[in-house]
């Protein structure tokens, strides 16, 4: 079969200097942390577990019924100084939620990061590999599922940069408690990947940026501030892992989307990969010229040094109208 070439897709657009990205992170989390004055939308609430406070955000949508069984789309806010409440404002759910009728959990990571499997991040907490996010958020779904009635055969995990290698992670890890998986700019750490055995085949979608100047299309080091952060496959290899463990060996059909956005310097082609034996399918969104950014979000546009931000498509809505055709067996 013929596997996706990043090669192909890739315009000549140089990478965005890597000395101008580190002050591009340190503006965006900080566009990220300017709370909303009232967000009657959103609860927050915690709970004890591995003697941690963990704390996260619930929306329920309008007219939310105990009887009723919903589905659970958890997103996973990235790295730095971001939290729940800022990916809740930016990304765009909750309004879907109301409409569609789901419940959108915001968890928060320690210290606002993701012990994704890469190692030492941001954290300042010299054994930040020690923390247990696998296990606050599984117990966060078995909650969700106990308290709120979720319906635990649509259970979806998206999550961008930090939040998408960490939405990587719970795929490999509790594979069978999850209907599929969203990553968003973010390729899966080389640590998670060598030792990944899922225990059952999972639908997966990815949306990459082809010239992200923090995590690279093509693999290696992601990098903040000139230090190393850990390595990631290229996007390339994330989608193969998948498509090989799915068993998606249908040849892709690759559809390029309209470019309804004609100053964005970015296009849209999805590549999509099927299995002949199940349900499951694996799809690539790749943002052809896209940097570090969630296309059609309200997250700032400091194209200079995260890289051009898509407005062809938007992230949330393309993500849910994917994640609400697939339910766990």
Same mark, same amino acid.
């Given at each position: 079969?013929?596997?996706?070439?990043?090669?192909?897709?890739?315009?000549?657009?140089?990478?965005?200097?890597?000395?101008?990205?580190?002050?591009?992170?340190?503006?965006?989390?900080?566009?990220?942390?300017?709370?909303?004055?009232?967000?009657?939308?959103?609860?927050?609430?915690?709970?004890?577990?591995?003697?941690?406070?963990?704390?996260?955000?619930?929306?329920?949508?309008?007219?939310?019924?105990?009887?009723?069984?919903?589905?659970?789309?958890?997103?996973?806010?990235?790295?730095?100084?971001?939290?729940?409440?800022?990916?809740?404002?930016?990304?765009?759910?909750?309004?879907?939620?109301?409409?569609?009728?789901?419940?959108?959990?915001?968890?928060?990571?320690?210290?606002?990061?993701?012990?994704?499997?890469?190692?030492?991040?941001?954290?300042?907490?010299?054994?930040?590999?020690?923390?247990?996010?696998?296990?606050?958020?599984?117990?966060?779904?078995?909650?969700?599922?106990?308290?709120?009635?979720?319906?635990?055969?649509?259970?979806? *995990? &998206?999550?961008? +940069? %930090?939040?998408?290698?960490?939405?990587?992670? $719970?795929?490999?890890? !509790?594979?069978?408690?999850?209907?599929?998986?969203?990553?968003?700019?973010?390729?899966?750490?080389?640590?998670?990947?060598?030792?990944?055995?899922?225990?059952?085949?999972?639908?997966?979608?990815?949306?990459?940026?082809?010239?992200?100047?923090?995590?690279?299309?093509?693999?290696?080091?992601?990098?903040?501030?000139?230090?190393?952060?850990?390595?990631?496959?290229?996007?390339?290899?994330?989608?193969?892992?998948?498509?090989?463990?799915?068993?998606?060996?249908?040849?892709?059909?690759?559809?390029?989307?309209?470019?309804?956005?004609?100053?964005?310097?970015?296009?849209?082609?999805? *590549? &999509?990969?099927? +299995? %002949?034996?199940?349900?499951?399918?694996?799809? $690539?969104?790749?943002? !052809?010229?896209?940097?570090?950014?969630?296309?059609?979000?309200?997250?700032?546009?400091?194209?200079?040094?995260?890289?051009?931000?898509?407005?062809?498509?938007?992230?949330?809505?393309?993500?849910?109208?994917?994640?609400?055709?697939?339910?766990?067996?």
């Amino acid at each position: 079969m013929t596997f996706f070439n990043p090669t192909f897709l890739t315009r000549d657009n140089p990478f965005a200097p890597l000395k101008f990205c580190s002050l591009a992170l340190i503006i965006f989390m900080t566009v990220l942390t300017i709370q909303a004055q009232s967000r009657e939308d959103l609860l927050y609430s915690s709970f004890q577990y591995d003697e941690i406070e963990r704390t996260f955000y619930l929306h329920l949508p309008n007219g939310f019924n105990e009887l009723e069984s919903l589905p659970v789309v958890m997103v996973l806010h990235g790295g730095g100084k971001g939290d729940g409440d800022d990916i809740a404002t930016h990304f765009g759910f909750n309004e879907i939620a109301d409409i569609e009728g789901f419940i959108a959990v915001y968890p928060n990571g320690v210290e606002s990061q993701w012990n994704d499997g890469r190692g030492k991040t941001f954290r300042r907490n010299e054994r930040n590999e020690d923390i247990d996010d696998v296990g606050f958020l599984s117990a966060l779904i078995d909650s969700l599922i106990q308290n709120y009635k979720a319906d635990p055969k649509r259970i979806y *995990v &998206t999550g961008v +940069s %930090n939040g998408g290698m960490m939405t990587f992670r $719970l795929g490999c890890e !509790i594979t069978s408690t999850l209907a599929a998986i969203t990553p968003v700019i973010a390729n899966m750490p080389v640590n998670i990947a060598n030792d990944c055995k899922p225990d059952s085949p999972l639908t997966v979608l990815i949306m990459n940026g082809t010239k992200d100047p923090l995590v690279p299309w093509e693999g290696g080091q992601v990098k903040f501030l000139g230090r190393k952060m850990g390595e990631v496959l290229s996007t390339e290899n994330s989608v193969r892992f998948w498509v090989e463990h799915n068993k998606c060996f249908e040849e892709p059909v690759t559809v390029s989307l309209p470019d309804f956005d004609d100053e964005d310097e970015s296009i849209v082609r999805v *590549v &999509t990969y099927k +299995s %002949n034996e199940s349900d499951v399918e694996v799809v $690539l969104y790749a943002v !052809i010229g896209g940097g570090h950014n969630i296309p059609g979000s309200k997250t700032p546009d400091v194209r200079l040094l995260l890289g051009n931000k898509n407005n062809d498509i938007n992230a949330a809505e393309v993500i849910w109208n994917f994640l609400k055709k697939h339910k766990r067996n």
